[in-house]
């Protein structure tokens, strides 16, 4: 083996690396991600002494990492696999030229992917049931596990974020061998290591699966729909004959691949779909609609989150979990219960009328669907958008368009410059001003800002009591969000 080259050998189920007793040290590289702190929860809760490394440190994350007491190297630096720990976990964020990666490959410590791990240590034996999609999968995935654990179920769970409901991103299942326990988990369709370059979801043993929608997304790993839609493909050929798919009926590239799914089909939709929505409102400050299962109303929910994307994912969720003959009361009640998710759509603090709001969006169709959130949930206030372009897709210009239709839908725009586009071709990079200027030739108010102290000058003049600020984002965004509280 090379210090650029793996031999396929290396690539194995992590159980099969090397034989961990309770007290092994396992490093985690690029433990700051939200499914790699998870992991690195679950295997210190499982007893195991866990460290790792990070470029990015921000919260929620290590936030969670820090109150459990790991330790978080700064850095993808040599020094931090010494002393040698019993096994290495490499985050998709990891390229082999890294000095971390390049000590790693030229030891012969045992590694492998988060995935990988995930699916033999977390998973296992237990009925895998998995939230995929290009959006909605973190809210989803949290309802479901609510939901799971409201019923009595006690799954173990993943989630790439912080759940309200749960005091961790993660719970490993009851230790006791038993194989009708459920084990949550978010699916990703992206890359699973420099190494492994399948889809996370791959790894994860499908048995019940939720297909909330596919819509071309990780343009630095995809080229085209198509690539998307095989990866998908996959995904649903994995599902085994006694499982169950559980899809947006409304969704038309979800339909194009239906027939590689060999197991039970269900379908949800707000107008399509086996289970459907009837009658949703806005009553008494929650989202409230009736759920008809094949044309028969069966259930009432009351959500305390807004939107219609809020709607489809807890339909999604009530539909599996009726398929899987959980108790409909009970399953309402969570639903009823659920509190959210830390970064999506989270009230983050009112000050002086002023609501301020973050969220997670980093993808035109799911700014479009949180603007929108925005406006029903704060009815006849102004909607402040104010995105940072910083996802590996968002930072290139292929969804410019998309974006501007997006931000339509706001009553005033800050954008700042695209982060960290260094390595993105010129000619495919995002721009800020491009954006800034079409929205200011159809009379919206927008402002192009260097950074987040410029968004704060312009903030400045701009607010008014009642607005509702949105801040999206997908990282720390230079720490905007305490610098617009305290100028508020």
Request: hydrophobic content about 40%; proline content about 5%.
């Amino acid at each position: 083996m090379t210090n650029s080259t793996l031999n396929n050998s290396t690539i194995r189920p992590a159980s099969q690396l090397i034989p961990l007793k309770k007290g092994s040290h396992i490093h985690l590289m690029g433990i700051c991600g939200t499914a790699m702190g998870s992991l690195a929860g679950l295997l210190k809760d499982q007893g195991f002494k866990v460290t790792g490394s990070d470029q990015n440190i921000y919260p929620p994350m290590s936030t969670q990492l820090n109150e459990l007491g790991i330790e978080i190297f700064q850095g993808y630096k040599a020094k931090n696999l010494e002393p040698r720990p019993d096994l290495v976990i490499v985050g998709n964020v990891i390229s082999a030229h890294f000095e971390e990666a390049q000590a790693l490959l030229d030891s012969d410590i045992p590694y492998t992917s988060l995935p990988a791990a995930l699916g033999e240590w977390a998973i296992g034996h237990r009925c895998s049931l998995v939230v995929a999609g290009t959006h909605g999968k973190t809210t989803t995935t949290s309802m479901l596990a609510w939901t799971a654990e409201e019923c009595g179920k006690k799954p173990g769970f993943l989630i790439g974020g912080v759940p309200l409901n749960f005091p961790r991103s993660f719970r490993n299942p009851p230790s006791e061998n038993n194989s009708s326990e459920y084990f949550v988990i978010e699916g990703d369709e992206y890359d699973t290591a420099f190494f492994d370059k399948v889809p996370k979801f791959i790894h994860y043993r499908p048995k019940f699966v939720i297909l909330t929608s596919i819509e071309f997304d990780h343009a630095d790993i995809y080229n085209n729909l198509d690539e998307i839609l095989s990866a998908f493909k996959e995904l649903l050929s994995l599902i085994p004959e006694d499982g169950c798919l559980v899809y947006n009926a409304e969704d038309k590239n979800i339909k194009k691949i239906l027939s590689h799914c060999k197991a039970k089909t269900v379908s949800y939709g707000l107008n399509q779909g086996d289970y459907q929505v009837k009658n949703r409102e806005n009553i008494v400050g929650r989202n409230q609609f009736s759920v008809l299962h094949k044309n028969r109303r069966i259930a009432d929910i009351a959500l305390k989150h807004f939107g219609s994307h809020n709607t489809m994912n807890a339909l999604a969720t009530f539909a599996l979990a009726h398929q899987l003959n959980w108790p409909s009361h009970k399953i309402m009640q969570a639903l009823a219960n659920f509190k959210g998710v830390k970064r999506r759509q989270e009230i983050i603090g009112e000050v002086h009328g002023i609501t301020m709001v973050e969220d997670f969006a980093h993808h035109p169709t799911a700014v479009e669907l949180t603007i929108s959130c925005m406006r029903e949930q704060f009815p006849g206030r102004r909607v402040i958008a104010i995105y940072e372009p910083r996802s590996a897709t968002s930072r290139r210009n292929i969804f410019e368009d998309q974006y501007i239709e997006a931000f339509k839908h706001a009553d005033v725009i800050f954008l700042p410059q695209a982060f960290d586009q260094g390595k993105i071709p010129e000619a495919e990079r995002f721009s800020s001003e491009r954006v800034i200027d079409k929205l200011k030739s159809q009379n919206k108010e927008a402002f192009f800002c260097k950074d987040s102290d410029d968004i704060l000058t312009h903030l400045k003049s701009v607010k008014k009591t009642g607005d509702v600020i949105l801040i999206m984002s997908n990282g720390g965004f230079n720490g905007i969000y305490t610098k617009i509280l305290s100028l508020l």
